[in-house]
């Protein structure tokens, strides 16, 4: 088994040099801006997406990156996925299940069942089959591993996101915990991120159907995560902030964590910037 630490391999700025990584979700938001940090810092990246175009666009433009069509929701599309990367690559070293919907929004009193079900497909399940796989990979390799689950402030509170997706994250966060537990003995650390606030095209989408607004723009969506949804005022996450604490996560200078959720809020769940007053 490859003993897990810093590594020399960091001292070329290179922090997963040599790795092999999955990303899901990987075609845009999130996914990409990982995507691409992971590739610039020596990993060869297999982005796992359903948007076909978008994903076969950005794998083309990252040296040492593919992609291949994955439903998160679906167990079979995953196992190809680590046995596609596996084939190409010969080894597996990194998984981020980043792959995950909104859900519906509105009273838990009209929550259509059907609708839930899809969510906690992708959301849960697709986490579930991602540590699945990749723990199967990894550990059939007797090599350390790093599996990262998005999860979500909106586990961390209620209020931020819809029932269903809420529900989701929260079961995340469980399921990376209890893997950790299983895997560590194994060298593979299982941890989670969950961002906050990050004015992407899923946040978008779903800010405009909370207010009916359909004609919200991605600035207005900043300055309003700016202004309340943040410790840190003038300053809300971006894409790459959230990249950076996967990077982190996949990297050999977190060989001894897991089991952690690693909070990118702005401290936004740790505190009230609405009493900020009382330090004046």
Not at 17 to 38: D, M, Q, S, Y
Not at 50 to 66: C, F, H, K, Q, T
């Amino acid at each position: 088994m490859e003993l897990s630490g810093h590594s020399s391999d960091g001292l070329d700025g290179k922090r997963l040099k040599g790795k092999v990584a999955i990303i899901t979700g990987g075609a845009r938001g999130i996914g990409a801006a990982t995507a691409k940090l992971f590739a610039s810092h020596g990993a060869r990246v297999v982005i796992a997406d359903i948007l076909d175009e978008d994903g076969a666009r950005l794998a083309d433009s990252i040296p040492a990156a593919r992609y291949v069509h994955c439903d998160v929701s679906r167990e079979s599309d995953i196992e190809s996925a680590v046995s596609l990367t596996l084939t190409w690559h010969g080894r597996l070293d990194v998984m981020f299940n980043n792959a995950g919907v909104a859900g519906p929004f509105g009273s838990i009193t009209r929550l259509d069942a059907a609708e839930m079900h899809y969510v906690i497909g992708v959301n849960v399940c697709g986490t579930v089959h991602g540590i699945k796989h990749a723990a199967r990979a990894m550990a059939a390799a007797g090599a350390c591993g790093s599996i990262i689950c998005a999860a979500s402030s909106a586990a961390m509170m209620g209020g931020l996101g819809s029932h269903v997706y809420t529900l989701t994250k929260e079961a995340v966060v469980g399921v990376a915990r209890s893997a950790a537990c299983e895997l560590g003995p194994r060298g593979i650390r299982v941890n989670c991120v969950s961002p906050h606030g990050v004015p992407s095209e899923m946040l978008l989408a779903a800010y405009r159907k909370v207010t009916g607004r359909g004609d919200v723009g991605a600035e207005e969506l900043r300055r309003v995560v700016e202004e309340t949804g943040s410790l840190l005022r003038g300053r809300c996450a971006t894409e790459d902030d959230v990249a950076q604490a996967a990077l982190f996560l996949a990297s050999d200078e977190a060989g001894y964590v897991t089991g952690h959720n690693l909070v990118v809020d702005g401290g936004f769940t740790s505190g009230c910037s609405a009493m900020s007053f009382i330090y004046r």
